[in-house]
């Protein structure tokens, strides 16, 4: 349990004062980051707050102890809704902890598990180290793996959302799956539509998919890609098939771990 006063978040643009309990110890990347800047990824940040406006619906998928949720739920304001999946029994707690905190309980919905491409049970090989890096496959590293639910997305949000604005996929590569789950439900929500998503060909390898696969699943809703640049703080338009080769040039290099974000649908 955590016993730290929690950390008030410094966001420009946020609706109202947010507050986080983070981990008090073993987390060496995020929850340190949050004491000493009260952010995390500023430019992601403040492109998630020119996606959203009131009364939007996000899926925050790899929703960790729910920074990203709480910054969602403060803009789209009492009449929006946040699902916020967290398949990891700890962080999850933090997530319950922190909307409660906020008051968020009528706007977040936490859901302790993962989305995948089937329901069912599942294993996340945990890092001791960075709380936002477990991952679904075992890799090259000894970690202690924790038995996690499993939940295909279209089938478990089709009753229970008016619609879908937003989708953040941060899963360290099983968003190819999460992307395969979703899919009916992302078919149905149009040229609104607006997805920020993790591209990690390394990750995705490992687990089962590819760089590729994920990029032409993304491909088939027919919308604009943009390349996040968190350094230069912009948004660079990029083709399905410059994303997928720059994939298929990173699987060509043994244990390459390059990464990037990439924001699917309109700009803001």
Not at 252 to 262: C, H, R, T
Request: with cysteine; net charge negative.
């Amino acid at each position: 349990m955590n016993s730290e006063q929690p950390v008030s978040l410094q966001v420009p643009g946020l609706a109202q004062a947010l507050f986080l309990h983070v981990h008090p110890e073993g987390d060496q990347v995020i929850s340190p980051r949050l004491r000493a800047e009260g952010i995390w990824e500023p430019y992601e940040t403040q492109l998630l707050l020119a996606l959203l406006q009131p009364g939007d619906v996000l899926v925050d998928v790899g929703a960790n102890i729910g920074y990203f949720s709480l910054i969602a739920a403060a803009a789209v304001g009492e009449q929006g809704r946040v699902i916020a999946f967290e398949p990891h029994a700890t962080n999850f707690d933090l997530l319950q902890r922190n909307v409660a905190l906020n008051g968020f309980a009528s706007r977040i919905e936490c859901v302790c598990a993962g989305l995948s491409d089937r329901a069912g049970a599942g294993a996340l090989y945990v890092s001791a180290e960075n709380s936002g890096d477990h991952q679904i496959y075992a890799g090259v590293e000894q970690r202690r793996s924790a038995a996690i639910k499993l939940l295909r997305g279209a089938d478990f949000l089709r009753d229970r959302l008016p619609r879908i604005d937003v989708v953040k996929i941060d899963t360290q590569g099983s968003e190819a799956r999460v992307v395969t789950g979703l899919l009916p439900l992302l078919q149905q929500a149009g040229d609104n539509l607006r997805m920020l998503v993790e591209l990690t060909p390394f990750s995705l390898r490992q687990a089962g998919s590819s760089g590729r696969q994920l990029i032409e699943q993304l491909a088939s809703l027919k919308l604009p890609f943009w390349i996040v640049d968190h350094v230069q703080h912009r948004l660079w338009s990029s083709s399905a098939e410059d994303l997928a080769r720059w994939c298929d040039n990173w699987d060509a290099v043994p244990n390459a771990d390059g990464f990037m974000n990439i924001l699917v649908g309109k700009a803001p």
